[in-house]
């Protein structure tokens, strides 16, 4: 009972075109005809739905993969993703979600095994300052928080998020009040600083003194529970990664490093304690202990062998416990060397 | 535009983000890590708020399930959804401030007043909306998995909402960044299967329990005609069971759901075609058949549904507020809370948000009082159906109300060498953990012979009575101790031992979960001829 002229289904190039036509009508600034517009939004709404559709089928089809193709390429011929990442802010809650869906989805959709929505955000790498600006603003931080980590996910823009003055801001965003934005913001913090080894790396190679003293300052020592928890979880990600050797070589060597180790390790959250002593064992494990760390150490000796004593995790490990002896075992060896 | 934009920013009022702001009155649920109030907004005109504070450095879910439940809550839109209004930490807190829903969770509301079950007219309304909730979450690609009457809550104007995303899932999100993202690009995400073991054991889908073949929206659905039963008859099927048997029991058998008495009992509850019908069609085994949520609306059980003032007559008055319910569960809970979650929810990895009053369901409501544990008595009455039943012995099949709804598929013969064979094996491992209850399951291997029902029945009637009265006597010693009676040393060391003994459950526990894992991968080994018809695709 179809319609004569709606008979022949719409391509997904065609679907893209309409999408692009209806987002540049949306991105002028509205003249007196307000009906007229809201009709053209909720046909824009549509578009971006099937857009979705088409890439993630639904519950009756899977995606074919030729349509994917075609949708990705034409998306991407022309600047349909700037488009739609500048009207995500005109758009009601359902379609800024597909927007997110989609342009999360494209980051993946490869044309002739290249990932070209890659190629594209080099050239357009300011939509970035774009997306990681979102979490100023309430409205907009979980979608754009969650363009912006898929778009991470290419090792290219991961590297110019990392160089850029970004980098500084997330220091204030994983703090923010709002729990669903500063925990976004973490989440996407985390993916930057250890989804692509060799960059991560080198950032912090390079950056290490800012760096470092931000996240000691800002984060280890921070008043908030969950940053600190988050922080210290993080830290043994990133110094326990074999790429970051030299990173952690160099914090491992720091006395105030450890005096702020020590302090997490005499929280009373089980969670950061443990969490910490990932971290504090590698000052103990470190075989060339500058001599003020050792100072430290053996100044302290006998509360944190009682301490560790005591220290046990919830269900039994045999990893940690191996750890655990193994500090002891150097703490408990360690000869107050000359210091002068 | 202006329209919409003002429409979303109507309806993101910013709730303030610190704790002074509000005032808490009352304390309305508990649970292992989270604690609800009822609080007020005092600079919003003291609006009354529901406040879920979750403590972060006891849940046992990591950081990353808690932002993205709690972001779910944030992004879905729609009336019989409730939304949270915002989230903020207190020291290792998480506050999810949230509508206060005056009438509490439906299944409260049953285990306070309606013991036996809603009226079939009420039961409509309430999974009328429940569906209009799930139709709009499936539609956007998100998974509740955790359908029950304890997560349906209800509002003093008899609007119906569906709560705790604690466990649920988005297709559309990939899983959790682990991997090379390349390799579980569209493929992975487009089969619209998640793999992860969630929700509450009673309701959860057959195919959700075979996690290994991954299982779609349509376990919503199992749930769904799950938590029609426990409305009906207030509780869900299988529940005089601990939950981690009748997980075991969903595997090994087809379908055995014999759980409730036959309508020449006295109760002589009579329910429509069509409930029957709709429910039936849900419980199907084949998740494929199952209807969506949107089919499901069109069911003609839910034509001429009345509307929420029906609830407000029929349900909600005279029925005591969600405090004094609380306060009524609490007094005895205080002391075994620990232990009643632990046979609450030891599959779940949902962890994040349990609420105690809103999670106690059928099992270990008989924890509650000195009233006699509701769990009993449907077992004798049970045991009396069955043995009535034992000259046809077709227990594999959904009674409801007497009627058959659902036969199973295979005949007699051949889910009887389901049970007694590979999967069967279980049950004999379980001999050596649970000495307890494992009569059951044993008996159940050489179904056949009619005086076998007897002595299941009997035994498990004898196990639970054994329960019971270990329960009662505890929480007598607890109500001594409270009123600050004699704190002997035998209490001491009674409640030394009885922790010990929760730690050895523990491990039990731990112990039967390996072991079933174990199942899982003897199965597709030894079975994979015969059930792999079973899955979708």
């Known amino acids: ?340 | 535009m202006a329209h919409e934009q003002e429409e979303c920013s109507k309806k993101k009022i910013q709730y303030p983000l610190d704790s002074t702001s509000y005032k808490i009155l009352d304390e309305i649920g508990v649970g292992v890590s989270a604690i609800v109030y009822k609080a007020v907004c005092v600079p919003m005109n003291s609006t009354v708020v529901a406040i879920k504070a979750i403590d972060l450095d006891r849940s046992r879910a990591d950081l990353d399930s808690i932002r993205r439940e709690s972001k779910t809550m944030l992004l879905l839109s729609h009336p019989n959804i409730l939304n949270a209004h915002c989230s903020f930490t207190v020291d290792c807190r998480l506050w999810v401030v949230m509508p206060f829903m005056s009438g509490g969770s439906l299944q409260s509301i049953i285990s306070s007043s309606f013991p036996d079950g809603l009226s079939e007219p009420c039961i409509a309304v309430v999974l009328k909306e429940t569906l209009n909730a799930l139709s709009y979450l499936h539609k956007q690609g998100h998974l509740h998995r955790d359908i029950k009457a304890g997560n349906i809550l209800i509002d003093s104007n008899g609007s119906i909402k569906l709560a705790d995303f604690g466990v649920s899932a988005s297709i559309y999100e990939p899983n959790t960044g682990q991997g090379g993202w390349a390799a579980s690009s569209s493929s992975s995400t487009s089969r619209m299967m998640l793999t992860d073991v969630a929700g509450t054991p009673y309701w959860m889908a057959p195919e959700v329990i075979h996690s290994h073949t991954g299982y779609s929206l349509k376990a919503d659905i199992w749930s769904f005609g799950i938590t029609a039963l426990e409305l009906a008859h207030g509780r869900p099927p299988l529940s005089h069971l601990p939950p981690s048997k009748s997980l075991l029991m969903k595997m090994t058998t087809r379908l055995r759901l014999s759980d409730y008495e036959k309508s020449n009992n006295q109760k002589d509850k009579k329910f429509s075609k069509a409930f029957k019908d709709m429910v039936g069609s849900c419980l199907d085994h084949d998740p494929s058949k199952r209807p969506s949520a949107e089919k499901l609306l069109k069911h003609s059980f839910f034509r001429n549904c009345k509307g929420s003032d029906f609830l407000v007559k029929n349900v909600l008055s005279g029925l005591p507020t969600v405090e004094d319910r609380f306060r009524e569960t609490r007094i005895v809970h205080k002391n075994c809370s620990v232990d009643g979650e632990e046979e609450e929810d030891p599959e779940s990895d949902s962890a994040t948000t349990i609420v105690k009053q809103r999670r106690i369901s059928g099992w270990n409501f008989n924890e509650d009082g000195f009233e006699l544990d509701p769990v009993f008595p449907t077992d004798s009455r049970e045991k009396q159906s069955e043995s009535d039943n034992s000259d046809d012995n077709v227990v594999k099949q959904v009674r409801f109300g007497g009627e058959t709804i659902i036969r199973d598929q295979k005949s007699d013969n051949s889910s009887d060498s389901n049970s007694g064979g590979s999967p069967g094996a279980p049950g004999d491992d379980e001999a050596k953990i649970e000495a307890g209850n494992i009569e059951i399951i044993e008996s159940e291997s050489n179904v056949g012979g009619g005086g076998d029902f007897d002595r299941e029945t009997v035994v498990g009637g004898l196990v639970t009575l054994r329960r019971s009265l270990d329960e009662q006597r505890q929480q007598v010693g607890d109500m001594i101790a409270m009123f600050g009676g004699e704190v002997t040393k035998e209490d001491q060391l009674v409640q030394h031992i009885e922790r010990l003994r929760m730690e050895l459950q523990n491990e039990r526990q731990k112990n039967f979960e390996l072991e079933m894992e174990l199942e899982f991968l003897k199965l597709p080994i030894s079975g994979a001829s015969n059930t792999g018809g079973g899955t979708d695709n």
């Open chain 1, 1 to 340: 009972m179809k319609g004569l002229f709606k008979s022949k289904p719409r391509t997904p190039v065609d679907v893209v075109r309409q999408t692009r036509e209806l987002l540049i009508y949306a991105g002028r600034t509205p003249d007196t005809r307000e009906t007229k517009r809201e009709e053209k939004m909720a046909e824009l709404s549509k578009n971006i739905r099937e857009l979705k559709q088409i890439l993630y089928g639904n519950s009756e089809s899977e995606p074919v993969s030729e349509a994917c193709t075609q949708l990705t390429q034409e998306f991407f011929r022309e600047n349909t993703l700037r488009l739609l990442i500048t009207c995500v802010p005109k758009l009601n809650l359902e379609a800024r979600k597909d927007a997110t869906q989609v342009v999360a989805n494209l980051q993946r959709q490869q044309v002739h095994s290249k990932l070209i929505a890659c190629e594209y955000l080099e050239k357009n790498i300011d939509l970035l300052d774009i997306l990681v600006s979102g979490y100023e603003n309430t409205d907009m931080a979980l979608h754009y928080g969650a363009m912006l980590r898929e778009c991470i996910r290419h090792q290219t823009v991961a590297k110019y998020v990392l160089e850029s003055q970004h980098m500084k801001k997330f220091f204030d965003f994983i703090q923010l009040p709002n729990f669903d934005i500063a925990a976004d913001a973490a989440a996407t913090f985390k993916e930057l600083l250890t989804r692509h080894k060799s960059t991560v790396a080198e950032f912090l190679s390079k950056n290490y003194e800012w760096f470092f003293a931000e996240y000691n300052s800002k984060l280890l020592e921070s008043s908030n529970y969950i940053t600190r928890r988050q922080a210290i979880k993080l830290l043994g990600d990133i110094l326990l990664d074999r790429s970051n050797s030299v990173v952690m070589t160099r914090y491992v060597s720091s006395r105030d490093n450890l005096r702020i180790l020590m302090n997490l390790l005499r929280e009373s959250s089980k969670s950061i304690q443990i969490e910490a002593f990932h971290v504090f064992k590698l000052f103990a494990a470190n075989q060339n202990k500058p001599p003020d760390i050792v100072g430290i150490l053996i100044t302290n000796r006998s509360k944190l062998l009682r301490l560790f004593g005591d220290f046990k995790l919830d269900k039994e490990n045999e990893q940690f416990e191996a750890d655990k002896a193994l500090v002891v075992k150097e703490i408990a060896a360690l000869e107050p060397r000359d210091c002068t």
